[in-house]
């Protein structure tokens, strides 16, 4: 039984659609940009406290939100990332600059393995990405390889709304002519990704990171540790 205020998901398989979000899905196995900055940063010697450190982070992504120009690719969204740290946290910005390299390399190098199971999963299924973005999505896809196998990307600065707001999944559905029952999401947010497709009655599989705790949200679907174990998922 479904819970009050969400949609029933269907026993049925065989999805069309498949749904991704971005950061930390289908950059990095379940791990959020934050953690990931901040593993770098105490790795090269950053004096802050965490939670003075998760308060630069947010002030620094969400002033990002509308203002970063479109057509700025992934390596500007991080330099913006560094950059808006080393002012929130009165450091060097060498140091933050050098974190934020260090991020861009891992998360290219793990990008590049992505766009080459996006490319293999595109040849049985369409597929999107629903991202809780800056504005320029497009452009992140673009350059970093994934462009060609996605068929519609929503960004919520774009859209308007932000997951879990089942309007931002619908987008991306309708956009691709497809009802919830024919898709599925792929996230590693619990809270935002699980929690959105649920609502809208929509599949969802849990990319669920080597530190996360607990179960996916509904029992019948799957929880992966590495984006390419959906290879062998009957999706």
Partial sequence: MSE?????????????????????????????????????????GLDVSAAEFDQAFYGATDSLEGTIPKSAGFRETVESVSRGLAARLGRDEALLRRIGERFTRESLAHLARSAETLSRLAERHRVGVVSN?????????????????????????????KK??????????????AAPSEAVFVG?????????ARGLGMRHVWLRSAQADGGCCCPDDAVIARLSDLLGLEL
């Fill in 188 to 196: 590693d947010s619990l809270k935002r990704d699980m929690t959105g």
């Fill in 133 to 161: 973005f800056y504005g320029n999505l497009q452009a992140v896809l673009d350059e970093t390889g994934l462009a060609p196998s996605v068929s519609v990307a929503v960004d919520s600065t774009l859209a308007g709304c």
């Fill in 4 to 44: 009050p205020g969400t949609a029933p998901i269907t026993a049925s398989r065989g999805a069309r659609v498949l749904l991704f979000d971005f950061g930390g899905t289908l950059d990095a196995d379940g791990v959020p940009w934050k953690e990931r900055f901040w593993r770098i940063a105490r790795e090269e």
């Fill in 164 to 177: 879990p707001d089942p309007r931002i999944f619908r987008a991306a559905l309708d956009a691709l002519g």
